[in-house]
């Protein structure tokens, strides 16, 4: 038996990518899983119950939530991994207010409304999972990406949160934070870069894997084991904790 062998989890972001990979590996190991995101046809093809809603927004999470329950009975394992990156941001003083503003909702308040949905049937379980995606941006900023950079190191101060509020009840939270992985939306920020710079996308990964001593970026694959050890039985000892995966860097 796994560590997640009949618990029933939750996971945002889970039509592609980190999620997606995470969702795969949990069903492997004989959880039963609910994915959410916005994509129907990312989510439909992803093989797994899901659950589309916005997350933007208080009640797309209570749908988000209320709609797993009905599938599953009740949640053990949050994984929240959705989330807006920051290819579309710029410089502090030219940022756009309504970019810093759905950045946040996505970003930090969704998964502080996922969390408070979650809870209170955790902690009457005496059991819970809570493993929530920040990123390298968690503890080390990048250029023009204050809403991205500022979500990321908010969500470390929800989990530790968490971790200190529900820790008497069996419950852990914790956090991954990748750095660069060649998902979607790491793509659209290659694009980005890439244009702006006037150079190839190629040219831009080559330059993210150099900052990392394999000379590559982690895959989805790396990131998704670090959550499934986290959303596991054998990770009791572990609670308020933010685990790099950045193959060594860092920056």
Known sequence: MSGVDGRNALVTGGGRGIGRVTADLLAARGANVVCVARNVVELGNSGHAFVAADLGTPEGCLQAVSEAE?????IDILICNHGIGSAHERVVWEQDKDAWQETMRVNLDAPFHLSRLVLPGMI???????????????????????AYNSSKHGLLGLMRSVAVDAGEFGITANAV??????TEMAERSARHEARDRGVSTDEVWAERAALYPP???????????????LASEEASGVNGEAIRVALGSTV
């Open 70 to 74: 009905a599938h599953l009975g009740y």
């Open 124 to 146: 009457e379980r005496q059991y819970g999972r809570l493993v929530y995606t920040g990123s390298t941006a968690s503890l080390v900023p990048e250029y023009a990406g204050s």
């Open 177 to 182: 934070l990748p750095g660069w992985v060649r």
């Open 215 to 229: 000379r590559r970026v982690a895959t989805p694959a790396e990131v998704a084991a670090v959550i499934g050890f």
